[in-house]
């Protein structure tokens, strides 16, 4: 494979270290099986992780095909109300996935809103909301459900005078260029006081130890920054950020994909397709599997954490 099409930069650590890189893996992309390889670095001084050398802002875009998959079942869904037991049962079986402090509603932004799910929820909730996507198709998704979108990257949009309570960021912040501007300029736009809640792929995890440029988290090269808790709360306390917690998701789903990586790279297939399975099994053994998830989580060992860090008053 080659990177003959797509133009690629080398750039330094973000949070401004002398250059000391060490090569920590080569990979490629395993979502989409566009071509290129890429190789994983670790800034020797402070520890982060990037993708370097990497796709410019501007060829990006050919690693993101309209049916890329995250955007895809993120759709705003209408009736989907459920019954007490049922809601009973979910908040025990609660992943973590989307947490935020508890706040009375404001005003709040959603950095890579997709197709709008979350600000539905969010709205219903009494948030005013508004949110920020890459992809034109999303976004126009998100704007016929009657949410003010604005399409671009977060770091080529200006918002004018904001006064935000609350921003929030799943799985966005490892695909920017720019994370330590881009968390600078949420601060900027936030008042005294306000959360920032972010999602990220966990790098600190034991399945990044295990499986590495089968990690199925990595996602090459869409993911620019593979973020540990220690870089993470370095990246925000540089912008101004004060670090209040971190929480680890209770998913083993990375870990399943992972194995399945593996298992395919191997060759055995049945047992792949066993591991990885059909959408509609795998909420059953997610299900059966969650007191492992849940301790895992405990132990900081999932692939995915949620960051809340507040501007100081
Ligand atoms: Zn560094």
């Given amino acids: 494979m080659t990177n003959s099409t797509v133009e690629l930069e080398s750039k330094p650590c973000p949070l401004g270290c002398s250059p000391a890189d060490e090569k920590v893996l080569t990979g490629y992309d395993r979502i989409n099986d566009l071509p290129g390889e890429f190789d994983v670095v670790r800034c020797g001084n402070c520890g982060l992780l990037r993708t370097n050398p990497r796709p410019t802002p501007a060829s990006i875009g050919f690693y993101y095909p309209d049916d890329y998959s995250p955007y ?50 969010m709205a219903s909730k009494g948030w005013q909301v508004k949110g920020i996507e890459f992809s034109p198709q999303a976004a126009a998704s998100a704007r016929e459900a009657g949410y003010q979108v604005y399409t671009g990257s977060l770091e080529s949009i200006e918002l004018e005078s904001s006064e935000l309570d609350l921003i929030t960021g799943w799985m966005v912040l490892e695909h920017l260029h720019d994370p330590l501007n881009g968390v600078k300029k949420l601060h900027d736009w936030a008042k005294p006081g306000a959360y920032l809640v972010l999602s990220v792929p966990n790098a600190g995890s034991l399945e990044f ?12 090269p869409n993911h620019l920054y593979h973020f540990t808790p220690k870089t993470l709360t370095k990246l925000l306390r540089q912008a101004g950020w004060q670090v209040e917690s971190i929480q680890h998701q209770r998913v083993l789903s990375s870990l399943f994909s992972s194995l399945g990586y593996l298992l395919q790279e191997r060759g055995w297939h049945r047992l792949e397709r066993w591991v990885v399975g059909r959408p509609s099994d795998k909420v059953r053994l997610y299900q059966l599997l969650y007191p492992f ?14 960051v809340w860090a507040k501007k100081p008053d």
Wanted: glycine fraction near 12%.
């Fill in 72 to 121: 895809l079942d993120t759709r705003v869904m209408s009736g989907s109300g459920s019954g007490g037991l049922k809601r009973w049962i979910k908040s025990l079986l609660d992943t973590k996935a989307q947490t935020i402090p508890k706040l009375q509603p404001g005003e709040m932004l959603e950095v890579g809103c997709a197709s709008g799910n979350y600000l539905d929820k």
């Fill in 293 to 306: 998830a849940w301790l895992a989580a405990l132990f900081g060992q999932t692939g995915r954490m949620t």
């Fill in 209 to 220: 130890k295990l499986f590495l440029s089968r990690w199925y988290a990595l996602h090459l």
